[in-house]
Structures are given as C-alpha cells and as structure tokens.
C-alpha cells in the first residue's frame, strides 16, 4: 500500500472492555513497531516485530497489552479490561528493514470511559 | 535509562522568521537521530542523520548531528503558517529497532 494505515481512527470503549486495533504496514516492510502516544508527550515504545517474530515486547505496559503478528504483515494490538489510563494514541509504524526509517499510520485515539 | 530532551517546548514565530529547534540525547549503542514533523495525529518523516557534522537539507528545512555533544538541530528558514506542527527527534539505538522519542517542540508561524 502506499502508506501504514491503522484501523479504527478512533475508538471509545468503556472501563473493562476489550478492544482490539489493526495496523496494515507497508507491503514489503519486515519490521513493524507500536508506539503509545499521551497527551502533549512523544511516542512511546510498546513493541516490536520482525516479520511474525515479536522481538521485543518490552514497552508493553501490563499484561492486559497483548500484540500479534501471525503472518508477518498485519499486526494487531489488543488491550484486554481497558483502564482510564490506556486513553491514547496508538501510533503503529514500519520499516523496510531493521535499522531503516520508521514511517507511521494516523494511530487510533483510544478514549476509556 | 535512554533519554532524548527537546528544546523549546514551544515557540510562536512570525511567517518568514527562522527557527532552531534543539534535541540532545542520552541514549547507549546510539546508531541515528531522527526527525519528524507531526500535524494532526501521524509523525511525518524529515531526516535521519547517522554521521556527525553532515547537514542534510530538504527545502527550507536542514539538520546537522554532533555526536560529540550529543545532539542534533532542525533549522527551518523563512517559516510559513503551514510549518506549524509539533517537531519531534528520536535517537535509535544500534540494534535497530525502537526509537526513544522526545517530548517535541511545538512550532506556531503566525501570518
């Protein structure tokens, strides 16, 4: 595709539920990384794939984030039981390799009432 | 702990003024400092810079790395409205995978 894409744009979900956010990377782009963006802040590591490999998941700030990569191209971030406090941009982004620039969707701005 | 400090925090300039935004970081096994422009929601690529004291220019925008002080800057010359944005550096490390993001500066042309 001609960019990273990221579904939905916005998502409101009431404290507790789950809610799931898709990242369409750019086609051919090994890596693929989420970010966390609070207000007035900068982006935040969550996590990293390699292709389907999850290589680093050290960002992730509960065991209620949980990322997935099945088939090395779409990635999902799924936040299970959401808190105020996951309220955020999820920013996801790609790059033709590791090491390489990183180019980011339009994120999903999470709201948890 | 890996850290990147961007400076100012916000700025409000005149159209056709020039601007220098700062980043200095603190990050170990640093590979590149990069830079971005954010409007609205998604960061906009602008540079990466690896090599020290080589500017790099993309129009009325130009940035240079000093690895011995450990930052970089983003010279915007002859600013317009459509520059205002949220400016951000991020440093990565020789690994190559996440970037540790500043906080940003937030940039205001005015007409």
């Known amino acids: 595709g001609a960019g990273v894409s990221q579904s939905p744009r916005y998502k409101v979900a009431k404290r507790g539920q789950d809610v799931a956010l898709r990242c369409d990377p750019i086609s051919g782009h090994v890596s693929l990384f989420w970010y966390q963006q609070a207000l007035g802040q900068g982006p935040e590591f969550l996590t990293y794939f390699q292709n389907e490999a999850q290589l680093d998941k050290s960002g992730l700030p509960s065991d209620r984030f949980f990322a997935e990569r099945p088939e090395g191209s779409v990635s999902t971030l799924k936040i299970q039981r959401t808190q105020q406090e996951d309220s955020a941009v999820y920013l996801c982004?790609?790059?033709?390799?590791?090491?390489?620039?990183?180019?980011f969707g339009p994120g999903t701005r999470l709201t948890v009432l | 702990e890996d850290k990147v400090v961007q400076s100012p925090l916000s700025l409000v300039v005149h159209e056709g003024d020039t601007v220098t935004l700062n980043c200095s970081y603190e990050?170990?096994?640093?590979?590149?400092l990069l830079w971005y422009k954010q409007e609205k929601k998604a960061p906009t690529f602008l540079f990466m810079l690896?090599?020290?004291?080589i500017e790099k220019k993309s129009g009325r925008l130009s940035s240079i790395l000093d690895k011995k002080e450990l930052s970089s800057i983003l010279n915007i010359t002859a600013t317009q409205t459509g520059d205002s944005a949220i400016y951000l550096c991020?440093?990565?490390?020789?690994?190559?995978?996440?970037?540790?993001f500043g906080t940003g500066t937030r940039l205001a042309v005015r007409p």
């Open positions: 991020a440093a990565l490390k020789s690994s190559g995978d996440k970037l540790t």
């Open positions: 990050v170990t096994n640093f590979r590149s």
């Open positions: 690896t090599s020290s004291g």
């Open positions: 982004a790609s790059s033709r390799k590791r090491g390489d620039t990183q180019y």
